[in-house]
């Protein structure tokens, strides 16, 4: 599975859960400020705030934004309501791994949502932005999780100038690793057994 920030709540998924390789979008919402990929050609687009305000994607994409379960093209996509009208979290499945997006979100999870995405491999979940975590309630909730990889975004970049860093949240989680990757490969097989690893990425 290979991961890319995309900016702001935007990651880019590459899985290959059989013979052929399937791009995910998340989040490919228009930004109004910085730079974004003016071309996408996902095999499943999905939403964590509905489908307004989206740019265009090319192709024939699965678009899902709502709260339910879909198998499709070998991937397992499950959402939940989030905490506002029309918002949901994602957890998806693919090459025997979970990955939990949490959209742009600042409060705890209620027990329901914890039903749905506890247990995750991978937790990419935002820190930094005026709508998200802080660097104490982000740290809580990977404790509750208890994730192996942890993906921060929503961070400062050129699309949220005004969001704050990303060193203090790594600060506060206690991670040595601060050189940012512009993308990341794992695999089920080498996830850390024991300690998080914590997993900046350099806006694509």
Request: glycine share 6%; aromatic share 6%.
């Amino acid at each position: 599975m290979h991961i890319s920030w995309l900016g702001n709540t935007a990651l880019k998924i590459q899985t290959k859960p059989f013979d052929k390789d399937i791009t995910i979008v998340i989040d490919a919402y228009k930004q109004k400020k910085g730079s974004f990929p003016r071309s996408l050609t996902p095999d499943i687009a999905l939403y964590t705030r509905g489908e307004e305000d989206v740019i265009t994607l090319s192709g024939d994409p699965f678009v899902f934004s709502t709260p339910g379960e879909v198998d499709t093209k070998g991937v397992l996509v499950t959402s939940v309501e989030g905490h506002e009208p029309g918002e949901i979290m994602l957890r998806i499945d693919t090459e025997d791994m979970t990955l939990v997006h949490l959209g742009m979100i600042k409060k705890q999870l209620t027990a329901k949502q914890l039903e749905v995405l506890s247990g995750a491999d991978i937790l990419c979940l935002p820190v930094g932005n005026v709508d998200s975590f802080d660097s104490e309630s982000a740290v809580k909730l990977v404790n509750e999780i208890e994730p192996r990889v942890v993906i921060p975004y929503a961070f400062n970049s050129d699309n949220d100038p005004d969001a704050k860093v990303v060193e203090s949240f790594l600060k506060e989680i206690g991670s040595k690793n601060n050189t940012p990757e512009k993308k990341v490969i794992l695999k089920e097989k080498d996830l850390p057994e024991e300690d998080t690893l914590v997993v900046v990425l350099e806006k694509e």
